[in-house]
C-alpha cells in the first residue's frame, strides 16, 4: 500500500483583475476522480493545506452541467461525502515529503490564488520532482509549480513538457479577460514545454516523474498513469 499526499488549496476566492473575489476553492472532479482510484486500489490518502484549513469546494463544480448531468453531479456530491480526508486535513507546512510515495494536486482556481506564490508548496514540488517519486497535477493545479524555484532562481520545471488549463478553456469559461493572468501564459514563461490538447477532452502528459492534465475529464486518466507509476 503506497501513501499519497494531496496537496488542496486552502483559498476559497480568487481575486480577478478589477480587485473583486470570484468564489472558488477545488475543483470536485479533480480531487473525487483521483481519490477513488488511489483508494480502490488500496492506497491511503492524507490531505495537506496552507494552515491545514479545511478546503472549499467550489460550487461551480458541483452542477450538473458540468457533470454531465445531474446523475453524475450527485456521484460527485457522493464522492467528495466519502471524501473524509478532506474534512481533516494537516498544515502543509509539517509535512515531510519523504514519507509519502506520490504526490497529486489538484485544481479549481483556488491554487491561482494561494499555491501560486506558497514557498512551502514550492519548495515540497522541488523536493518531490528531484526525488524520482510521481508527482501528479492537473487543471489549475499547475499554478502551484510557478512557486517551484531552484537555487538559481530559475524554475525546477523549465524544460519539462506539462499542460494545464488552457487559455482556450480560460476564454470558454469566460475568465480570461477578468483574469490578473492566465495559467498558460506564466508556465510558457518559465521555460516549459506547454502541450495543448482540444479544449475539455482528457489530455495528460508524462515526462519522467512529471504527470500533467489538462481539464477535469483528465483527472481520472492522470489517476491512472499514477498508479501505473506506483506500480
Known amino acids: ?86 474534512r481533516r486535513p494537516v498544515a502543509l507546512e509539517d509535512v515531510d515529503p519523504d514519507a509519502y510515495d506520490a504526490v497529486f494536486y489538484p485544481g479549481g482556481h483556488g491554487p491561482m490564488e494561494d499555491l501560486a506564490v506558497d514557498p512551502v508548496s514550492g519548495r515540497l514540488l522541488a523536493r518531490v520532482l528531484a526525488s524520482g517519486k510521481p508527482l501528479g497535477v492537473v487543471c489549475h493545479g499547475p499554478a502551484a509549480l510557478l512557486a517551484a524555484t531552484g537555487p538559481d532562481g530559475r524554475s525546477v520545471f523549465a524544460g519539462y513538457r506539462l499542460t494545464g488549463f488552457t487559455n482556450a478553456e480560460e476564454t470558454q469559461a469566460g475568465f480570461a479577460d477578468k483574469a490578473k493572468w492566465l495559467l498558460q501564459d506564466r508556465l510558457v514563461a518559465l521555460g516549459a514545454d506547454f502541450q495543448e490538447g482540444e479544449p475539455w477532452a482528457p489530455f495528460v502528459i508524462t515526462d519522467r516523474n512529471l504527470i500533467t492534465g489538462q481539464n477535469p475529464a483528465s483527472s481520472a486518466p492522470l489517476a491512472a498513469e499514477l498508479l501505473n507509476r506506483l506500480g
Open 1 to 86: 500500500m503506497a501513501k499519497i499526499l494531496f496537496v488542496v488549496s486552502g483559498a476559497d476566492h480568487w481575486t480577478l483583475a478589477d480587485g473583486t473575489a470570484h468564489p472558488t476553492g477545488f475543483w470536485a472532479e479533480e480531487a473525487v476522480a483521483p481519490y477513488r482510484a488511489f483508494t480502490d486500489a488500496g492506497h491511503e490518502v492524507v490531505v495537506a493545506t496552507p494552515g491545514g484549513v479545511v478546503p472549499t469546494v467550489d460550487r461551480g463544480s458541483l452542477a450538473p452541467d458540468v457533470n454531465g448531468g445531474q446523475e453524475g453531479a450527485d456521484a460527485v456530491a457522493a464522492g467528495l461525502e466519502a471524501f473524509e480526508e478532506l
